[in-house]
């Protein structure tokens, strides 16, 4: 089954309730870039009339790990995921709609093709940027992802 921007946001609203109902939406997604927005409004705010930190860290993280999520059942083998760790920072009020987006699929494919090849454990770091409509990034965040190719018995 393909992994598409439906297909995500269906996943969303069953196995991970606070992105969906906080409008947390996949816009696009392809081999190498995943595009995601969410618009700031009274249920993801914060008490400074911005978006919450938290929601923020939801959209990010699903523009980097739905790459992953796509690229592991490209492969064909079992491998797990895991964020091992994460940073973020916050350079300007996020309101209105911001859009994350995520290009580095092909640093997915590098980690992959390795822990397939060495059955270790690899780290992939991935960049997930937020801009606002007026073009001004807002957030920037860091997730590294652990992938691990399962034993099979």
Known sequence: MKVTPRKLNTFLMFKLPAAYFTGVRTKYLDANKCVVTVKHRWINQNPFKSMFWAVQGMAAELTTGALVM????????????????NNASFTKKATGRITFECNEGHLIDEAISKAIETGEGQIV??????INSEGIEVSSFNFEWTLKVKARY
């Open 70 to 85: 796509m690229k592991i059942r490209e492969s064909g083998h079992k491998i797990s995921m895991l964020v091992a760790n």
């Open 125 to 130: 770091s991935l960049h997930s940027k937020g």
